[in-house]
């Protein structure tokens, strides 16, 4: 996830752009006119569609953006070409065909149930004249782009020949190019990176009806033989994807819920995206944007996804990993501002922990139960040989984290190098602030940051001291 926060990425899309219109209004009559429902408008709204959905899911993701298409010459071009200005991209390059209808999808929502939805539209292929200045402002900008994305929604922007001619330009460069197919013939994409058709559409063009594991794995060896991809995959809805790479791999995921799958399929290619882009290998990726696609199917129409969803997807995935609760710095100061955000009740507390026992246990189960989180500051051996001298700790760093990240009550530990907690306390900014009732008259580091200070009774005769000492058999100064 830190490859992908640090790299933002470059990504040209080039697809077929709409704009997704909707009115929405109530219901309460019958016209008198004929047979149909008399829609009281309260609202309308307009977001991108088609294309532009990629596009938000980029731009969600961290990556930079730049966008070529072609529009006709009409008012819906003009919206569309305001809205995509807002957003900001790094090249906007939209080709005006005479004639030509942008494609504009409306929908009338009573009661929030579609009643009607009307397309105003083109979708012959573009003029040949539109595919030559296209292609040229892209080849003039192309060194500039990490990763090319064909988004075809079958409207006419890709036709066989640009399809070709981009995916060349591309291969000259050393470009990936991700496709989201359209249609039975997948001829067109030729020499692509990778495609990444559902099951249905692999299954239709592949000509082959895909019921088992036999016929995925020969469906999706044909789709890499056949148009010749680096890799083979095919999306399996909430069973994850499949992937072809040396050997056909399946990548399983876990939805939480399942609302609304509209979208989806922009939102996995995006994803992949922007993982190969920030230099994660093919099976890493095709996690990455598993887990991007769970995240989006739970929520309702189409959706964006955002990388701290998805590090909070996988950390509830994980709730039970050590590993996955080992935060650096930046981490813990990203996740405790989101919690935040959250209305979550943010607990903190440190120490070494070098031999976990009961003592240590029962303290922060009593801890956890004062709020939602707690997070755990946990010295780093410099500085517990500091404090307690040569010797000690008895237990690595990595070691004592591993172990202390496997007790239920713990959501998060944190290294720190530092005497005391300080510098961490101020990036979580915890509501409350646990330490040990030997604490008691005494003054606690970061109190003055924490809105609440609660001291915790050990249980008696249980400490790593006790333990070292009992071992050993010498008593510890």
Same mark, same amino acid.
């Given at each position: 996830?830190?490859?992908?926060?640090?790299?933002r990425p /470059?990504?040209v899309?080039?697809g077929d752009?709409?704009?997704d219109?909707?009115?929405?209004?109530s219901c309460?009559?019958? &016209?008198?006119?004929?047979?149909v429902?008399?829609v009281?408008?309260?609202?309308?709204?307009?977001v991108? +569609?088609? =294309?532009g959905?990629v596009?938000?899911?980029?731009?969600s993701?961290?990556?930079?953006?730049?966008?070529? &298409?072609v529009?006709?010459?009409?008012?819906? =071009?003009?919206?569309?070409?305001k809205?995509l200005?807002k957003i !900001?991209? *790094?090249?906007?390059s939209?080709?005006t065909e !005479?004639?030509?209808?942008?494609t504009k999808?409306?929908?009338?929502i009573?009661s929030?149930?579609?009643v009607?939805?009307?397309?105003?539209?083109t979708t012959l292929d573009i003029?040949?004249?539109?595919e @030559?200045v296209?292609?040229d402002?892209?080849e003039k900008n192309i060194?500039?782009?990490?990763?090319?994305?064909?988004?075809?929604?079958?409207?006419?922007l890709?036709t066989?020949t640009?399809?070709?001619?981009?995916?060349?330009?591309?291969?000259k460069?050393?470009k990936?190019i991700?496709?989201?197919?359209?249609?039975?013939?997948y001829s067109?994409?030729?020499?692509a990176?990778?495609?990444?058709?559902?099951k *249905?559409?692999?299954?239709?063009?592949?000509?082959?009806?895909?019921?088992?594991?036999?016929?995925?794995?020969? =469906?999706?060896?044909?789709l890499?033989s056949?148009?010749?991809l680096?890799?083979?995959?095919i999306?399996l809805?909430e069973?994850?994807m499949?992937?072809?790479d040396?050997e056909?791999?399946?990548i399983?995921?876990?939805a939480? !819920?399942v609302?609304?799958v509209?979208?989806?399929g922009?939102?996995? @290619?995006?994803?992949l995206g922007v993982?190969?882009?920030s230099?994660l290998?093919?099976e890493?990726a095709?996690?990455?944007? /598993?887990?991007?696609?769970?995240?989006v199917?739970?929520?309702v129409?189409?959706?964006t996804?955002?990388? /701290?969803?998805?590090?909070?997807y996988?950390?509830?995935?994980?709730?039970?990993?050590?590993?996955?609760?080992?935060?650096?710095?930046?981490?813990?100061e990203?996740?405790a501002k989101r919690?935040?955000?959250q209305g979550?009740n943010?607990i903190?507390t440190?120490?070494?922990?070098?031999i976990?026992?009961?003592g240590?246990a029962?303290?922060?189960?009593?801890a956890k139960?004062?709020?939602?989180?707690? @997070?755990?500051?946990?010295?780093s051996?410099e500085?517990?040989r500091r404090l307690?001298g040569?010797?000690?700790p008895?237990?690595?760093?990595?070691?004592?984290a591993f172990?202390i990240?496997?007790?239920? &009550?713990?959501?998060f530990?944190?290294?720190?190098?530092?005497?005391?907690?300080?510098?961490l306390i101020?990036?979580?900014k915890?509501?409350?602030?646990?330490?040990?009732a030997d604490?008691r008259g005494a003054?606690?580091?970061?109190?003055d940051? =924490?809105d609440?200070v609660?001291?915790?009774?050990f249980?008696? +005769?249980k400490s790593?001291t006790s333990?070292?000492?009992?071992?050993?058999g010498?008593?510890?100064?």
């Open positions: 996830m830190d490859r992908i926060r640090k790299k /470059n990504i899309v080039i752009l709409m704009i219109h909707y009115i929405w209004g309460e009559r019958i &016209s008198p006119e004929a047979p429902q008399v009281n408008v309260s609202r309308e709204n307009s991108l +569609g088609g =294309a959905n596009i938000n899911n980029l731009l993701l961290g990556a930079d953006v730049s966008i070529y &298409s529009v006709g010459d009409d008012v819906n =071009a003009t919206e569309m070409n809205m200005i !900001e991209p *790094k090249t906007l939209l080709v !005479e004639g030509r209808r942008t999808k409306s929908r009338i009573a929030n149930q579609q009607i939805r009307y397309d105003d539209e003029a040949q004249q539109s @030559i296209l292609l402002a892209l060194s500039l782009y990490e990763m090319v994305i064909l988004s075809d929604y079958g409207k006419g890709l066989p640009l399809t070709k001619n981009i995916i060349d330009l591309a291969k460069l050393n990936p991700l496709v989201d197919p359209k249609g039975r013939d067109k994409y030729k020499g990176t990778l495609l990444t058709p559902n *249905k559409e692999a299954s239709l063009a592949m000509q082959i009806d895909i019921c088992d594991d036999a016929s995925l794995d020969k =469906a999706i060896q044909k890499k056949d148009i010749e680096d890799y083979s995959i999306t809805s069973d994850g499949a992937l072809l040396d056909v791999k399946t399983p995921t876990v939480r !819920e609302y609304d509209t979208g989806a922009d939102t996995v @290619i995006a994803s993982a190969l882009a230099g290998n093919i890493e095709c996690d990455f944007s /598993n887990k991007a696609a769970a995240v199917v739970a929520k129409g189409s959706a996804v955002t990388l /701290n969803e998805i590090e909070e996988e950390h509830s995935l994980n709730q039970g990993k050590s590993e996955s609760k080992i935060k650096n710095f930046e981490e813990i990203r996740i919690l935040k955000e979550r943010i903190f440190n120490g070494c922990f070098d976990l026992h009961r240590h029962t303290y922060l189960q009593k139960e004062l709020g939602d989180i707690l @997070i755990l500051g946990l010295n051996d500085s517990i307690k040569v010797g000690r008895i237990n690595s760093l990595e070691d004592r172990l990240g496997a007790l239920e &009550s713990i959501d530990v944190v290294p720190f190098s530092e005497d005391t907690p300080y510098k101020e990036l979580v915890p509501n409350i602030l646990v330490k040990g604490y003054e606690v580091v970061g109190s940051i =924490a609440e609660v001291l915790i009774d249980v008696a +005769g790593t333990l070292i000492e009992k071992i050993s010498k008593k510890l100064c």
